[in-house]
């Protein structure tokens, strides 16, 4: 475990699956969030959008932060065939994302924000995921037990759906589960 010494690591995020991940780490942390709009500009491309949405997260606690605190934000946005797959509104959506992502291959791309009153990081790490074929009867029971609706692209990898629709994965494991935990250990080490 590494101590971060008289600093004090803020995780910015609602995700149960980010908090888990961050303890994993050995991390002594404590969670603070904030609601923040997720609109972005239309002129990034979809493999920015998540950095700029993590440092737009971070910037929110910009005036608050105490001089000992590091706050880290995430994002993870699913981009298939050029085009970003948010979180479903609706059971209708989310059959529509899968069945879109069924026998595809799509990216993830997870950004991170790091904030201090010193400094400020933001890195993106993006894994390739290889989909197998879905059928509408797999679709349907995923949704209706496991109901992904917070989930960029409408799954989540951890989940029943990743157990039996995941072939392969080109990348970390923990970029698709939102929190790319390598970057995370490697900045605050040498923070």
Do not use: C
């Not at 923040?36 to 491309?45: G, R, S, V, Y």
């Not at 924000?113 to 995921?129: G, I, N, R, Y």
Request: aromatic share 10%.
């Amino acid at each position: 475990m590494i101590d971060l010494g008289t600093k004090k690591l803020i995780l910015a995020s609602k995700s149960p699956r980010r908090k888990e991940l961050l303890m994993g780490l050995g991390f002594d942390f404590e969670v603070r969030t904030k609601d923040t709009n997720e609109d972005f500009p239309q002129d990034l491309t979809p493999s920015e959008v998540a950095g700029y949405l993590s440092a737009k997260k971070a910037a929110a606690f910009e005036e608050e932060l105490a001089p000992e605190e590091i706050v880290l934000t995430s994002d993870t946005v699913v981009i298939l065939d050029g085009k970003i797959l948010g979180k479903p509104m609706d059971k209708e959506e989310a059959f529509d994302m899968l069945s879109g992502l069924s026998g595809k291959t799509h990216l993830v791309t997870t950004g991170i924000t790091f904030l201090s009153k010193e400094k400020k990081l933001t890195l993106s790490d993006t894994a390739k995921v290889f989909f197998k074929e879905l059928s509408n009867l797999e679709i349907e029971y995923y949704i209706s037990k496991f109901k992904p609706y917070d989930k960029a692209g409408g799954y989540g990898i951890q989940e029943w759906i990743g157990f039996v629709g995941v072939e392969k994965i080109e990348g970390s494991y923990f970029t698709v589960m939102g929190l790319p935990i390598h970057l995370v250990y490697d900045v605050l080490k040498n923070w």
